[in-house]
């Protein structure tokens, strides 16, 4: 039965899509691959010193562009074996249409202890590796409050005690996220929260 399956499947979805099935079995993380765009996401972060409050929440609806692409592969001590996406993360200010966040990193699988692995840097001197589970075939989870590498100044300035995300694609094919990152700034904490609904406008970005 599982052979005559098979047959069926190569002759009436083709190579491309027996392709496509084998890369979600490698790495079930695959599923986020695409290029997505969005214009429904906001932002929280702590307001700066040249405004009348610093350290109170400002709010900035954005849009932005997320690429997920397939990405290397990597054994660690020998043991671990990772399945990696590539993930670059571009965010535009809607009043200004500025950029004001960009993001290059990892969404990692690692199928023997089944566990997903979110690992980025953005360009202020800090990078993040959360880890967390696969909750189902299209919604992942991760975080972590132990690390981060920072710079000398953001450990003194904007140090960075937590950091949380869930992404998951949605019955209409949609992508949308929820993040949390903890900091500790202007001598107080603050939950600095961002999230967003994507749609996929192309499988990979133009060359």
């Known amino acids: 039965m599982k052979i005559k399956n098979l047959l069926i499947v190569l002759t009436v979805t083709g190579a491309g899509l027996v392709t496509q099935a084998h890369a979600q ?9 695409g ?32 690429e997920i692409l397939a990405g290397p592969a990597a054994t660690n001590a020998s043991e671990q074996d990772l399945e990696a996406l590539t993930v ?8 200004d249409q500025q950029q004001f966040h960009d993001q290059l990193g990892y ?35 991760a975080s972590t409050k132990t690390a981060f590498a920072e710079t000398e100044f953001m450990r ?7 950091f949380s995300i ?29 999230s967003n609904v994507l749609r996929k406008v192309a499988d990979k970005p133009a060359q």
């Open 88 to 95: 670059r993360q571009q965010v535009f200010r809607k009043s």
């Open 25 to 33: 079995d490698v790495n079930p993380l695959s599923r986020f691959i």
């Open 35 to 66: 290029v997505w765009e969005g214009d429904q996401g906001v932002d929280v972060s702590p307001a700066q010193k040249k405004t009348r409050a610093p350290g109170s929440a400002a709010v900035s609806p954005f849009f932005e562009r997320i």
């Open 107 to 141: 969404l990692i699988w690692d199928k023997k202890n089944a566990k997903v692995i979110y690992s980025f840097c953005v360009p202020r001197g800090v990078c993040v590796s959360a880890e967390g589970d696969l909750n189902k075939k299209d919604e992942f989870s």
């Open 156 to 162: 003194k300035n904007a140090r960075t005690e937590g």
């Open 166 to 194: 869930g992404m998951n694609i949605n019955a209409d094919n949609t992508l949308s996220y929820s993040q949390i990152t903890a900091l500790n700034i202007y001598g107080n904490k603050f939950s600095h929260a961002d």
